[in-house]
């Protein structure tokens, strides 16, 4: 059986640095056998790839891409806090948020990116509840938000 580790090489991912809280927060809480992941935006390189409302300054592909950008981040935060990601026992929940312009009602879609990189690296172990909501706006005029709750042993 392959470790999310290898699925990560085998999808051509790296692991990012976890990004220093924006706020008075911490990335991760481990709390029993469960790490809660503060919201994640969708850094890369120190930056926001793209900012604005989804359905008018963003189109919602690229919101999902910027959704996976986001589960990767928080995959990140919970390696981070355990180690290693062998200890993930289950994905238990995900929330999306999308900066959305009045009238986009694809959330859903967008958050798929990051349910989708979810799967892809933690297999049946990443299936998980979910919630996606639109949202006025977001920290920094961020497109997306992904929080995450895991179950680790």
């Known amino acids: 059986?392959?470790?999310?580790?290898?699925?990560?090489?085998?999808?051509?991912?790296?692991?990012?640095?976890?990004t220093a809280p924006l706020a008075a927060y911490v990335p991760t809480v481990r709390t029993g056998d469960h790490v809660y992941t503060s919201g994640q935006l969708p850094f890369s390189e120190g930056g926001l790839p793209a900012t604005g409302k989804v359905g008018a300054d963003v189109t919602p592909e690229k919101a999902?891409?910027?959704?996976?950008?986001?589960?990767l981040n928080g995959i990140a935060a919970v390696r981070a806090e355990v180690?290693?990601?062998s200890r993930v026992v289950?994905?238990?929940k995900l929330v999306g948020y999308v900066a959305?312009?009045?009238d986009f009602t694809g959330q859903p879609g967008v958050i798929n990116g990051a349910s989708e990189l979810i799967g892809d690296v933690f297999g049946d172990a990443g299936l998980h509840a979910r919630s996606a909501v639109g949202m006025a706006a977001l920290p920094l005029d961020s497109p997306v938000e992904v929080e995450m709750i895991v179950e680790v042993r």
């Open 100 to 102: 959305s312009a009045p």
């Open 83 to 85: 180690e290693d990601l």
């Open 64 to 71: 999902k891409e910027l959704a996976a950008l986001c589960a």
């Open 90 to 92: 289950r994905v238990v």
């Open 1 to 18: 059986m392959t470790s999310p580790e290898e699925r990560l090489v085998e999808l051509g991912l790296t692991l990012p640095e976890v």
